[in-house]
């Protein structure tokens, strides 16, 4: 008789792994059209920081496309850049706010939203840092071969017990 020999993720059954999944590919994916929002809202006034925000946004989509496929590799990158990306919102806030006073050119959107946009991406990058550290820990990668062979649904050959000595 074959044997078959099969792979399970016991850790990618659990709940709370798929609710951390589901969640840190929805904060991937709100971050990334803030950033899409923030950029085209003021792209006539932003001072060459186009590229950079393009390039966040391309990142955070094709990480949550793995992530969304069990890639769990890429959570303390995507953490990192949120981070990143957190203290360019808190730095980049107050100039949005400050753009709604004449004299400045106004973007497509209001400066006042636009500024209130790059605030709420602050938290929302925190708690994607949070969510990302979580399922990181939740160990995603762990996996158990499991043999088919004689009828027994066992996870390996040491969980039957010892076998005789000339077997």
């Keep these: 008789m074959a044997e078959e020999t099969h792979i399970e993720h016991p850790n990618r059954d659990k709940a709370g792994s798929k609710a951390a999944k589901a969640v840190i590919v929805l904060l991937m994916l709100v971050t990334a059209a803030l950033v899409a929002i923030i950029t085209v809202g003021g792209w006539s006034v932003l001072q060459g920081a186009q590229i950079v925000a393009f390039f966040y946004i391309l ?7 793995y992530v969304a496929r069990w890639n ?13 990306l957190a203290v360019i919102a808190g730095v980049a806030a107050p100039g949005w706010f400050a753009r709604s006073k004449d004299g400045f050119l106004d973007p497509a959107l209001p400066p006042d939203l636009l500024g ?4 709420i991406l602050i938290p929302v990058s925190v708690v994607l840092v949070v969510f990302a550290m979580r399922g990181f820990a939740q160990k995603w990668n762990v996996e158990v071969e499991t043999h088919n062979d004689d009828g027994y649904g066992g996870y390996d050959d040491y969980d039957r017990g010892p076998s005789p000595a000339g077997a």
């Design 59 to 65: 990142l955070y989509v094709v990480m949550a496309f």
């Design 72 to 84: 769990r590799g890429l959570l303390p990158v995507c953490a990192a850049m949120s981070v990143l």
């Design 116 to 119: 209130m946009l790059t605030i």
